[in-house]
């Protein structure tokens, strides 16, 4: 592991303390490797649309704040 990826957070270090509901979730969709945490939290709002933006933030590890913007943005 590069010294790059070793500082690049992922959405492993947000599953340690997640709800048994959304460690499920992040069982069935998995981050792919290489995959960053806003691509993962947007494959995430994809499949599973129900999900509210705290829980993207908890299972992606995105600040709640940049889910909240980017679904913003993308809405418009």
Do not use: C, F, N
């Not at 129900?50 to 913003?72: E, I, K, P």
Request: aromatic share 4%; net charge negative.
């Amino acid at each position: 592991m590069s010294l790059e990826q070793m500082k690049r957070p992922t959405a492993d270090a947000a599953r340690k303390e997640l709800p048994p509901e959304l460690a499920e979730i992040a069982l069935k969709i998995p981050q792919q490797p290489g995959e960053g945490i806003a691509s993962y939290a947007w494959r995430l709002h994809e499949a599973q649309p129900q999900l509210t933006v705290d829980q993207l933030a908890l299972l992606s590890g995105v600040t709640d704040y940049a889910v909240r913007t980017t679904l913003h943005l993308l809405s418009e």
